[in-house]
């Protein structure tokens, strides 16, 4: 076999090269892979799911999104957090308001008739009644408006929040309803 050339073996250079210049690919994995139309659900379940999910939602909040409010919540907790001073101003008026209705409930207490430490807006006429004014109605009457007022300052005046956020945030108006 003089003058002809062997192929099927290598040159002695290349003889420690695998015998497939090629590169091995490794498998991919099974969510890279081809998609599967029998592992694919419906488009038409997955949303009928989501507004099954959706409908359950609404009827527990009473049709009020719940994204709202929990965005503002957000905003909220994130202004007020990175505002250590309008937590120590918090904490002072909150520990103010302490002292004066625990002074408050022991002159009631005692059969004094203290005036109040705090009187409602004009507008609100929720303690006109004069049952209010007797112990231990009184108590919860002063109770209920210092919470306000206290909550009223906690949503309001954080530096970087807008004032329509302050206004109108689910902690304002919940807090508000709550007392």
């Known amino acids: ?9 290598k040159p002695k250079s290349l003889a420690i090269l ?3 210049l090629t590169p091995q690919t490794a498998p991919l994995p099974p969510e890279l892979g081809p998609i599967c139309t029998a592992d694919t659900p419906d488009k038409s379940a997955v949303q009928s799911i989501d507004r099954a999910a959706k409908a359950q939602l609404a009827k527990l909040t009473q049709g ?26 918090l904490f002072e008026k909150a520990m103010k308001k ?3 209705l625990g002074m408050y409930t022991a002159r009631a207490a005692s059969g004094k008739d203290p005036a109040p430490c705090i009187l409602p ?3 609100d ?6 049952e209010w004014q007797k112990w231990p109605y009184s108590l919860a009457y002063q109770n209920s408006l210092m919470a306000q007022k206290w909550w009223y300052n906690a949503t309001n005046d954080i530096d970087g929040l807008l004032r329509h956020d302050e206004q109108w945030s689910c902690h304002s108006l919940s807090a508000r309803s709550l007392i």
């Open 64 to 89: 009020i999104s719940p994204f709202g409010p929990a965005s503002t919540s957000f905003d909220w907790g994130l202004h007020l957090a990175s505002s250590p001073g309008k937590q120590a101003q």
């Open 1 to 9: 076999m003089t003058g002809t050339h062997d192929t099927t073996t």
């Open 98 to 100: 302490a002292t004066q």
């Open 18 to 20: 695998p015998d497939k």
């Open 121 to 123: 807006l004009g507008y």
């Open 125 to 130: 006429h929720r303690f006109d009644a004069p």
